[in-house]
């Protein structure tokens, strides 16, 4: 039982890696790819997440560099995110696995959806006005579902805190 | 904390080591210093018979009331 929660934690660790190294490289690619439209109109019209978003050059650098920001936040919301979870993986101890220092990951996972949420919900706001003046744009942003998650993750951060005032008083039980 | 263990006074009067004390209870030292200082929140039934055994004394030699 301990080896598999051991290989769980392994490949769950391997995994959030990769999100985070592709969600880095995704943020990277759309950074590189703003700076060089922006100097140089003569790109090719699709990004690498495969809309045609240096169309909207030609609605004005304010809306494009907005909507590539948002793009941006919630990638580096996302990424953020992975990091914090592969910190956890480090810092926790299976033996005594209430910690301040988990809790409080856990809740700034928490936190970091609700900002990505709040983002979101703005980006879609904006790419919607976008959509009608007929630009080929993303049109779902998901931010119910990262509101969704930042309620969850609170709510077992809560849970969570509970159990090291548990842990103390037993650990403080002689 | 209103309960206060005396173990210190019934350690002197049996002429025992704490470390001794606690080898025979069988709890670390540190957690025998948890218990010497106040900081306990609780002690369990078992512990507080071990030390009674060891020590030859009553629940109440031990654990004081205060107000």
Known sequence: ?174 | MPIIINLDVMLAQRKMKSKELAEIVGITQANLSILRSGKAKAVRFSTLEAICKALDCQPGDILEYTS
């Open chain 1, 1 to 174: 039982m301990k080896s598999n929660t051991s290989t769980i934690y392994t490949v769950l660790k391997i995994v959030f890696w990769i999100i985070l190294i592709g969600h880095l490289i995704q943020t990277g690619s759309i950074i590189i790819n703003y700076f060089i439209s922006v100097f140089n109109p003569n790109v090719p019209n699709n990004t690498f997440l495969g809309d045609s978003s240096s169309n909207l050059n030609e609605l004005g650098l304010r809306h494009y560099t907005s909507y590539l920001s948002f793009q941006t936040a919630i990638l580096l919301s996302k990424a953020y995110m992975a990091y914090l979870a592969i910190k956890i993986f480090d810092k926790i101890n299976l033996a005594n696995p209430f910690s301040e220092t988990v809790a409080n990951l856990i809740v700034n996972i928490s936190h970091t959806a609700l900002g990505a949420g709040v983002i979101a919900i703005i980006a879609q706001g904006h790419t919607q006005w976008l959509a009608k003046q007929g630009f080929d744009v993303m049109k779902e942003w998901n931010g119910g579902q990262f509101l969704f998650l930042a309620g969850i993750i609170f709510i077992i951060a809560q849970i969570f805190k509970r159990g090291i005032e548990l842990q103390q008083e037993n650990e403080l039980t002689i």
